[in-house]
């Protein structure tokens, strides 16, 4: 199963966590200093919700917060 939203098509995006050291210029010290540089995800906040679908079954579909906040689909039960 896939980490993407079925209804908005959010997925996955990637980043930097970047660490750095150092006192920094208005403390006094000589400014911060990048050490480290690594590769992460940024993964959606998807939930499993049991929706109803067109024929008027229900099915389970992922979806994002984001979504589910706005009511971008019909709820069974």
């Known amino acids: ?3 993407v939203c079925e ?3 959010k997925g996955p995006m990637a980043g930097n966590t970047i660490v750095r050291h150092g006192l920094a210029k208005y403390k006094g010290g000589i400014g911060l200093h ?3 540089i690594t590769k992460r995800r940024f ?3 998807l ?3 049991r929706v109803k679908s067109e024929a ?3 099915k389970s579909i992922r979806i994002c917060a984001a979504c589910l906040k706005q009511d971008k689909f019909v709820k069974a039960g």
């Open 47 to 49: 939930k499993n919700i």
């Open 7 to 9: 209804i908005c098509g």
């Open 56 to 58: 008027g079954n229900t």
């Open 43 to 45: 993964l959606p906040n």
């Open 1 to 3: 199963m896939s980490r």
């Open 34 to 36: 990048t050490t480290g």
